[in-house]
């Protein structure tokens, strides 16, 4: 993993040797920072915005500008003052700044200087686990999350510390093994997603400091929680905030050493044709999981950096799976997932990502949501057979994603949230009904995994990011505070994750343990079989129509080998349950295994409206 530190600038793990380097051994802070079309760079020192002194710098064969001083201690501020290739003197946060602090008195953004080694990690059982697990082997169930905005509003964030407890019960109430967190990386604005980075080392600056986060990640693995970084290394934030101060990479020595094209964003492309490029972003994803004990990477926006106007750009390919490729090799069960949203084909297979996100279904499940009962046989092919179908034939291992995007419609409006999708509804109790379905969809579908945004597990009315623009929490917590159908959905998805965790039926193998029962379009139900285990095997039936039978017939394919074993069949899990808001008109005491000479073997049993039956095959 390492290599001589006499070449620093091809060392794969740069945050060893950039940034302000404290050694409690000598007592003194190296900085160093590269710039190598500089013509002077300086430390500036300083406290609550006030320049406390400089430091002159030197630069060395490495282009990498250098100076050692006993003088710093851990938690001081400081800024480079850069006197570009043009002339032109700025003052720059530091590139590799392990925490950053906002400065009111100066309305600037300031490096601090940190000791990585005084925070103790205590999760030692969870890393040596983590070696030794298959993670694509092992149940995926993802909680995604902004912590700025998740308890409270952006202008009185909670720190990592508050977040970690809260976070942790949470996650263990609603059966989570994993959460998914964006805006992690420092960016500019209070009010905004996250997306347009700042620093690719430094944890956001409004939830606190570098040991703050390590806190937050430990505390979540002693309580069995992995956490996975969306990490964003698509574009980057160019702009300056004024012509003498700057927390952009963006011509930090005057010349272009990361940017590529203007992005869709209002940000720029990273050029990963350069070398800085590369080593930097290599860089700052070892720092997450080496520094940091983060379990997962998610790669954002990976379709626009490998392809843009019908090209490949095979320099992002090679960076893509030369990182992915180490990250295995030096972190074995962390995972590598792309958000990619053009179909690349075989994708995980040439960059060696893990799994990727199935866009497709996203897209295809809430439009069937949109799509009157009525009508949804007409699309009974593309947005339901097609998705199973296909499934143990894809390229590509994929997670059924519900994301931030697919509900965020803007600040002004919540078209996209999931009870708009099912406005067509006569009333609550089929929203609700057919909602339930949708998630017990995207839980047990073939698939390796699962991920829902926060907020939705509650069916909020708004969207998230309405609230979070409007200065609240993006989750709105009162609707638990009621018996209302919104609590009882947050309870129905804490049980059927629960119920996928339990039964390893629906995750030791992914979809690859996927087979087709039966489907017929004009009734709008489909079922099928998600594995065994200790000769127990689960079928799955979704009824995607809001008419309920009393009693139907589910023949079973004579191609399968296991249906003479079929001893008994009980149901497990039934969305119509009170409890979570249905009728309880349509449980299935009991379920009759039917034979016919002329039809072959089938279940006779109850099926409700808009819902979802999960049974328990026991063979002989």
């Known amino acids: 993993m390492t290599t001589s530190q006499s070449q620093p600038n091809i060392h794969p793990k740069l945050y060893e040797i950039r940034g302000a380097q404290y050694s409690k051994q000598n007592k003194n802070t190296t900085f160093r920072v590269y710039a190598p079309n500089a013509r002077c760079v300086l430390v500036i020192l300083t406290s609550y915005g006030t320049e406390m002194s400089r430091l002159a710098m030197q630069k060395d064969d490495s282009d990498l500008w250098e100076t050692v001083t006993d003088k710093i201690l851990p938690g001081a501020t400081y800024l480079y003052l850069v006197d570009d290739c043009n002339g032109k003197q700025m003052l720059r946060t530091d590139p590799v700044s392990f925490s950053v602090v906002y400065v009111p008195e100066v309305n600037q953004v300031h490096s601090i200087v940190h000791d990585h080694t005084v925070y103790q990690w205590s999760d030692q059982l969870w890393m040596q686990t983590r070696a030794r ?11 995604e999350l902004q912590l700025k905005s998740w308890k409270n509003d952006v202008y009185h964030p909670l720190n990592y510390r508050q977040l970690a407890p809260e976070l942790a019960i949470y996650c263990q109430q609603m059966g989570f093994t994993h959460v998914e967190i964006f805006g992690i990386l420092d960016h500019a604005y209070k009010p905004a997603r996250g997306y347009q980075v700042a620093n690719y080392f430094a944890p956001y600056r409004d939830n606190g400091i570098c040991d703050d986060l390590k806190f937050f990640v ?15 290394l698509t574009h980057f934030q160019h702009y300056h905030q004024s012509d003498s101060f700057s927390i952009s990479l963006h011509e930090f020595d005057g010349t272009n050493l990361y940017a ?29 999981l080496d520094v940091m004990h983060m379990d997962g990477i998610r790669f954002d926006a990976v379709s626009t950096m490998i392809r843009r106007h019908s090209n490949d750009i095979p320099a992002a390919i090679a960076f893509l799976r030369n990182l992915n490729k180490t990250i295995h090799r030096c972190y074995p069960g962390v995972l590598c997932i792309a958000e990619e949203t ?45 998705i199973l179908n296909v499934a143990c034939k894809n390229e590509d291992k994929t997670i059924l994603t519900l994301s ?44 390796r995994g699962h991920m829902i945004h926060m907020g939705d597990e509650l069916v909020q009315p708004m969207s998230w990011y309405q609230r979070f623009r409007q200065g609240r929490s993006s989750v709105d917590w009162s609707l638990v505070n009621t018996s209302s159908l919104h609590r009882k959905m947050q309870e129905y998805i804490a049980d059927l994750n629960r119920l996928y965790q339990h039964h390893q039926q629906f995750w030791q ?73 249905g009728s309880g008109l349509f449980q299935n005491v009991e379920i009759e295994i ?10 006779r049993l109850t099926i409700p409206p808009l819902a979802t039956l999960i049974l328990e095959e026991y063979l002989s």
Request: hydrophobic residues 35%; negative net charge; proline residues 3%.
């Open 133 to 143: 697990t298959d993670p694509l082997r092992s149940p995926l169930s993802i909680y």
């Open 218 to 232: 430990d505390h979540l693995h002693q309580n069995n929680i992995g956490i996975i970084l969306d990490w964003i």
């Open 260 to 288: 590529g094209e203007a992005s869709a964003w209002g940000t720029l492309y990273f050029d990963f044709n350069k070398e800085e490029t590369c080593r930097f972003l290599f860089a700052s994803a070892l720092y997450f």
């Open 342 to 386: 053009d179909g690349y084909r075989n994708l995980t297979k040439i960059m060696d990502f893990d799994l990727k996100w199935n866009i497709g279904w996203s897209c295809d499940a809430r439009n069937l949501l949109r799509t009157p009962y009525n009508e949804r046989s007409n699309h009974w092919q593309q947005k339901v057979l097609n």
């Open 404 to 447: 931030h995007d697919d509900t965020d419609s803007g600040e002004h409006n919540s078209n996209s949230v999931l009870l708009s999708c099912v406005s067509h509804s006569s009333n609550d109790s089929e929203k609700f009904a057919d909602l339930r379905n949708f998630f017990a969809w995207q839980t047990l579908a073939p698939s």
């Open 509 to 581: 193998n992914g979809e690859q343990d996927f087979r087709m029962i039966y489907e017929y379009g004009p009734n709008l139900i489909v079922a099928y079989h998600r594995g065994t285990y200790d000769n127990r095997r689960m079928a799955v039936i979704h009824n995607f129509s809001n008419y309920g039978y009393s009693s139907y017939d589910i023949s079973l394919p004579s191609s399968d080998s296991d249906i003479r074993r079929i001893q008994n069949i009980v149901e497990i899990f039934n969305s119509d349950n009170p409890v979570y808001g």
């Open 594 to 603: 039917i034979n016919s000479f002329a039809s072959g073997r089938s279940f």
